[in-house]
Nanobody
Framework: QVHLVESGGGLVQAGRSLRLSCTASGRTFSLYGVGWFRQAPGKERDFVAA??????DLYYADSVKGRFTISRDKNAVYLQVNSLKPDDTAVYYCAARNVGSGSLYDYEYAYWGQGTQVTVSS
């Protein structure tokens, strides 16, 4: 079992930055592919970014390319979010899967955190 905890969200003005973190219990976290997803009020959960277990393979949604950066170390996965826009307002979730590759599809992830709220004011 893997227990994921997100942190780093908050209320920021448009154009500012945040660094979201996803930490996990369990010694095998470093072997898992990890993704970030987000869900805005009244909308479906959308893919944001994913990273392979070795950190070499990165995937981004078109809407965040050039603004968001996913990275990881032994104990956590990070999402650096820059140039925030009001449309980025959402609850951000990290998710882990039992294989080393990342995935764009939420149904391929077995473990989910509780989410962290990001609110961007104009």
């Amino acid at each position: 079992q893997v227990h994921l905890v997100e942190s780093g969200g908050g209320l920021v003005q448009a154009g500012r930055s945040l660094r979201l973190s996803c930490t996990a219990s369990g010694r095998t976290f470093s072997l898992y592919g990890v993704g970030w997803f987000r869900q805005a009020p009244g909308k479906e959960r959308d893919f944001v970014a994913a990273i392979s277990s070795n950190g070499r393979d990165l995937y981004y949604a078109d809407s965040v390319k050039g603004r968001f950066t996913i990275s990881r170390d032994k104990n956590a996965v990070y999402l650096q979010v820059n140039s925030l826009k009001p449309d980025d307002t959402a609850v951000y979730y990290c998710a882990a899967r039992n294989v080393g590759s990342g995935s764009l599809y939420d149904y391929e992830y077995a473990y989910w955190g509780q989410g962290t709220q990001v609110t961007v004011s104009s």
